[in-house]
C-alpha cells in the first residue's frame, strides 16, 4: 500500500441534517484521528471517539468517514485530522524474513509524520523568504505576553491600559477640550472646544449639511411665519414660501448656476442691520442679485457670488442697500441675458412710450429680475426666423435666455404632421443650441469630422456649414458621452435624406425637406422659403467615446443636404440657463386644442433636455393669459397680460 495524498485534514460545514463526513486520506488507526467540532457561537470542542462519532477506513489507501452520532448544528465546521504520536514500534531482526508488508507500513507512518509536520508548519507564524518580518495571513495572534522591551508587540488591553495611565496622569492640557481633534462636517480640522463657541452648529453634521443649516431653516420659516407676514394672495398653489421668498429683501438667487427671480410684489419693513445668513449647498456659486432701484455693496475685487459650498451674511444698511460678506465669488455678476421670440417678446399689444415697449413682457421680465435683458425678439418670427438669429450667437455657460415662439408656427402649419415635426425638431434645435456652450460642440469645420464624397462649403449663422449633392457622400465626426444631437438644415423645395449611424449601427433616418409653406417673413431672412436647423437626437449610450456617421441616400433634383455640427451634453459643470415658454391663449378658442398640441411639443422638447442634464424649464405662459381681460387684440396680450407672462417666467426662471 502506499500513502497517495498530500493532505491529513478534512474541513466540512454542519447544517444540523448530515451525520456522515467522508475523507480522503490515509490513516492508520482509529486513534490516529482529532475531530473538532466549532459550534454555530464559534466555541470548539474536541469530540470523543466512540462518544460522539465512529470512524470506518482505518488502513485504506482511499480514506474513510466520520460518522457522528447526531447530527451537529449549523452553521458550524467539522474538523478531522490525522495527529498521530511519533513513534515507531516495529523492530526488524538482522538476516530475518523481509515482510514487505511490515516494510510498507513502517514507510507509510514515516511519511505521515512527515506530512503532520508540515501540517503544523504551514499553520506556524512564517517569515516569507527575503523578507524581514513575519507573515500572519491576515489572522489574529492570541494569548500574546504583554511587551517588555521597547521593540516588543503590544496587545490591546495593554495599550487600553497604558493611554488610561497617561491620561489619568497628566493633569495638563491633555485633558482639554481645546487639545482634542475634531474633523468638522466640511472635512477641516478644528479641536472639540470649537463645538462650544458662538458657531459651533456649523462642526455638527445633520443629513447633508450641518446642524446651523437647520436651524437657520428653522428660524427663518418661524419669523417668516409668525413675524412678518408676508403678503402674497396670489402666491402660486405648486410653491412653498421659503427664505428666497423675503420680499422685502428683494433679491435673487442662483443655485448652481440656475437663476431664480423673485418678483417685487409686497413688502415688509426690515430693521436696520438685518441680517440674513446664507450656505450655498452646491458645487456650483449661489449668485445673490438685487432687483432694481436696491443695491448690494461687496468687498473689493468680489462679487455677488457665494463659492461653491461657502457661506455668506446679507445685511440691510438702509431702505434700498445692503452689504455682503463671506465666500464670495471673485468672476463676472452675470453673462449676457437674451429673450427670443415674434411681436408678443417684442412686445406689440402694451402701451408704447416713445416709440418703446416699456410696459412689453420683456422690460417687466428685466425689472422682476433685476438685470438687462436684451430683445432679440422680430415681429411675425416663425421659429425657424428666429433659429436664424440664434444660431449667430456665441453661446457659454454664463449665458441666459429665454424664447417664447411658436403663434405663429401653429396659424401656418396648423394640424399637418410632417409640418408640425419641422416645428418640433427646428424647436428643439434651437433650445439645445442655446442650453449647450460653444465649446461642447463640433462645428462642420472642425478637423475631427472626416468627409468622404463631394462637400461644398456655406453658412447658416455664425456656422460655416458642409453642403452635399452626391449620394452615399458621408461626414463622420467622434465624441464621447451618453447623448449626442445632430443639427442638420431643412429647407422648403429641398429632396434629400440620410441615415445616421453611430458606432456603425443604424440609429435614425433624417429629412432635409422642410415645411413647404415659406415663413410669415420670407423671403426674408430665409430667402428660399422656409429654411432653419432641425435636431436629432441620439441617447442610450455608453458614456465612452463613440462615432457619428451621417451618409445621403437619396438626392432629388436640385435637392442637397446641409450638416450643422453636432451637439453634446455635458454630465456635470454650471451651463447656460433656458426658459422655453409655451404658446398664450388667443380669443379664438377654437383654436385652444391646436395650440395646445403645439405646446405638448414644446414640453416634451424641454423634457428630453432636462433629463439629458441640461439647465432648462418651461414656464406655463399659456395657463396665465385670460383671453377676455388680458388681451389687446385677438392675439397680443395687453399690459395686464404682458406683466403676468413676465410675472410667471420670472417665477419659473
Wanted: charged residues 15%; glycine residues 10%.
Amino acid at each position: 500500500m502506499t500513502v497517495s495524498t498530500i493532505g491529513s485534514i478534512a474541513e466540512f460545514d454542519t447544517n444540523g441534517v448530515t451525520t456522515n463526513y467522508p475523507f480522503y486520506f490515509k490513516f492508520l488507526a482509529n486513534e490516529d484521528l482529532i475531530v473538532t467540532y466549532i459550534d454555530p457561537a464559534g466555541t470548539s470542542t474536541v469530540l470523543t471517539l466512540g462518544t460522539h462519532y465512529t470512524v470506518n477506513g482505518a488502513g485504506n489507501d482511499l480514506g474513510g468517514s466520520i460518522v457522528t452520532t447526531t447530527a451537529l448544528a449549523g452553521p458550524g465546521q467539522l474538523v478531522v485530522a490525522r495527529e498521530m504520536e511519533a513513534f515507531q514500534q516495529t523492530s526488524l531482526r538482522n538476516q530475518g524474513k523481509f515482510l514487505a508488508e511490515t516494510h510498507e507500513d513502517v514507510f507509510d507512518r514515516l511519511t505521515m509524520l512527515i506530512q503532520q509536520g508540515f501540517s503544523l508548519f504551514s499553520r506556524a507564524l512564517k517569515r516569507p523568504y527575503g523578507r524581514d518580518y513575519f507573515f500572519a495571513e491576515n489572522r489574529r495572534i492570541k494569548n500574546v505576553l504583554d511587551p517588555i522591551d521597547p521593540q516588543d508587540a503590544a496587545t490591546s488591553i495593554w495599550v487600553s491600559r497604558f493611554v488610561a495611565g497617561v491620561v489619568g496622569a497628566i493633569t495638563g492640557p491633555i485633558n482639554n477640550a481645546l487639545n482634542i481633534f475634531y474633523r468638522a462636517p466640511n472635512g477641516t480640522s478644528r479641536v472639540v472646544q470649537d463645538i462650544a463657541v458662538a458657531d459651533g452648529t456649523t462642526l455638527v453634521g445633520r443629513g447633508s449639511g450641518t446642524l446651523e443649516d437647520f436651524l437657520l431653516t428653522l428660524a427663518l420659516k418661524s419669523e417668516l411665519e409668525s413675524t412678518f407676514e408676508v403678503g402674497r394672495a396670489d402666491l402660486p398653489l405648486d410653491r412653498v414660501l421659503d427664505s428666497t421668498d423675503y420680499n422685502s429683501l428683494n433679491f435673487c438667487a442662483a443655485a448652481a448656476g440656475k437663476i431664480r427671480s423673485i418678483p417685487l410684489e409686497a413688502s415688509v419693513s426690515w430693521k436696520a442691520n438685518t441680517e440674513v445668513g446664507f450656505f450655498n449647498d452646491s458645487d456650483a456659486v449661489l449668485r445673490i442679485a438685487p432687483i432694481a432701484g436696491v443695491s448690494i455693496i461687496t468687498p473689493v475685487g468680489k462679487v455677488a457670488k457665494v463659492t461653491a459650498r461657502g457661506r455668506a451674511n446679507i445685511r440691510r444698511i438702509t431702505a434700498n442697500r445692503w452689504h455682503i460678506t463671506g465666500d464670495l465669488d471673485s468672476g463676472k455678476q452675470y453673462g449676457a441675458n437674451f429673450a427670443f421670440g415674434d411681436s408678443i417678446t417684442f412686445g406689440i399689444g402694451s402701451t408704447p412710450v416713445g416709440g418703446i415697449y416699456v410696459n412689453g413682457y420683456v422690460r417687466n421680465l428685466a425689472t422682476y429680475q433685476g438685470r438687462i435683458v436684451t430683445i432679440s425678439a422680430v415681429a411675425a418670427s416663425m421659429v425657424y426666423d428666429q433659429a436664424a438669429v440664434m444660431f449667430a450667437f456665441t453661446i457659454d455657460s454664463t449665458f441666459t435666455t429665454s424664447l417664447m415662439i411658436g403663434t405663429n408656427d401653429n396659424r401656418v402649419y396648423l394640424d399637418d404632421a410632417y409640418r408640425k415635426d419641422c416645428f418640433a425638431t427646428g424647436h428643439l434645435a434651437c433650445l439645445s443650441w442655446l442650453a449647450v456652450p460653444d465649446t461642447l460642440k463640433v462645428f462642420p469645420n472642425n478637423a475631427a469630422c472626416t468627409y468622404t464624397g463631394s462637400w461644398g462649403t456655406s453658412s447658416y449663422g455664425k456656422i460655416f456649414t458642409r453642403f452635399t449633392t452626391t449620394v452615399g457622400a458621408t461626414v463622420t465626426v467622434p465624441f464621447s458621452g451618453p447623448v449626442v444631437y445632430l443639427n442638420i438644415l431643412r429647407t422648403d423645395g429641398n429632396v434629400a435624406t440620410g441615415e445616421v449611424r453611430v458606432d456603425g449601427v443604424l440609429r435614425s433616418t433624417v429629412n432635409f425637406a422642410g415645411p413647404g409653406t415659406g415663413t410669415l417673413l420670407s423671403p426674408s431672412p430665409a430667402a428660399a422659403g422656409a429654411v432653419g436647423p432641425s435636431a436629432l437626437r441620439i441617447g442610450g449610450l455608453s458614456d465612452g467615446p463613440h462615432s457619428l456617421e451621417l451618409k445621403i441616400i437619396t438626392v432629388g433634383s436640385g435637392g442637397s443636404a446641409t450638416f450643422l455640427g453636432i451637439s453634446v451634453p455635458p454630465t456635470s459643470g454650471v451651463l447656460p440657463r433656458v426658459n422655453a415658454m409655451t404658446i398664450i391663449r388667443s380669443s379664438d378658442s377654437s383654436t385652444d386644442a391646436r395650440v395646445a398640441a403645439y405646446n405638448a411639443l414644446i414640453a416634451t422638447n424641454v423634457a428630453i433636455l432636462k433629463r439629458d442634464g441640461l439647465d432648462i424649464a418651461i414656464s406655463n405662459t399659456n395657463a396665465v393669459i385670460e383671453p377676455s381681460t388680458d388681451l389687446a387684440d385677438t392675439l397680443h396680450p395687453n399690459d395686464q397680460g404682458h406683466n403676468k407672462i413676465a410675472r410667471q417666467a420670472a417665477l419659473d426662471f
